[in-house]
C-alpha cells in the first residue's frame, strides 16, 4: 500500500492532485511565491472567484480556509488557507499553523476529495522557521488521516531539495508507513 503522505519536490501547481491548498493571504487577492505562481497557472478565473468569495464573506481570517474552483490547473480545485506570521513564536503561531492545515484537511473531506497537496504553509515570505513548521505539517496531516476516511493521500511538496530532505527526515522518524 502506498504510503498516506508523500513529499514531493517541485512545483504544486503542475500537480494532478484533486485539490491543491495555496498559501494565499487575509485578502485572497493573490501576492507572491505560491499564491502568485498558482494564480499565473490557474488564469484569470481564479482571482474572480476569489473576488466572489471575499464579497460572500470577507478577509480570510489566519489559519481559516475557503475553496474555489481550479481554472485551468490540472487540479479540480484550490483550497486557499492563511498561515501566521511569523511574529518570534509567542503569538499563537504554531495554533494558527495547525489550524491552517486542518481546516484545509477538513474542507477537502467536506467536498469528497482523494488527493490533497500542501506547499509548505507560511515558510517564505511569512518567515515560519522551516523546522519546525515541517515538524506541525506532518504532526497535524499524520494525526488528521489516522482519525478520518479522507483525504486519503497528501502530498507534501516542497520548493527546493533540502526542504525535502528536512520533511522526509521527519516522516521516517513517525514511522508514517502504511505497510505495518
Ligand atoms: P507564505 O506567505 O505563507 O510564507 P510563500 O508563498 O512566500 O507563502 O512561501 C511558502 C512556501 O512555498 C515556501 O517554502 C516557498 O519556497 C514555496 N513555494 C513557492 N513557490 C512554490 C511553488 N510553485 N510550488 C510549491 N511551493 C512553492
Given at each position: ?83 501566521p506570521?511569523?511574529?518570534g ?23 469528497n ?23 506541525i ?44
Amino acid at each position: 500500500m502506498k504510503p498516506q503522505i508523500e513529499i514531493v519536490t517541485g512545483d504544486i501547481t503542475t500537480l494532478p492532485v484533486d485539490v491543491i491548498v495555496n498559501a494565499a493571504n487575509p485578502s485572497l487577492l493573490g501576492g507572491g511565491g505560491v499564491d502568485g505562481a498558482i494564480h499565473r497557472a490557474a488564469g484569470p478565473a481564479l482571482l474572480e472567484a476569489c473576488k466572489v468569495v471575499r464579497q460572500q464573506q470577507g478577509e480570510c481570517a489566519p489559519g481559516h480556509a475557503v475553496i474555489t474552483l481550479a481554472g485551468n490547473l490540472p487540479a479540480k480545485a484550490v483550497i486557499h488557507t492563511v498561515g501566521p506570521v511569523w511574529q518570534g513564536g509567542d503569538h499563537q503561531e504554531a495554533r494558527i499553523l495547525e489550524e491552517a492545515y486542518r481546516n484545509s484537511l477538513a474542507l477537502a473531506a467536506a467536498n469528497n476529495y482523494r488527493t490533497i497537496a500542501f506547499p509548505a504553509i507560511s515558510t517564505g515570505v511569512y518567515g515560519f522557521p522551516r523546522a519546525a513548521a515541517a515538524e506541525i505539517a506532518i504532526r497535524t496531516i499524520s494525526d488528521y488521516l489516522t482519525r478520518r476516511p479522507l483525504p486519503e493521500r497528501v502530498y507534501c511538496v516542497c520548493y527546493d531539495e533540502e526542504n525535502a530532505r528536512l520533511y522526509q527526515r521527519l516522516l521516517t522518524q513517525q514511522g508514517n508507513d502504511t505497510d505495518a
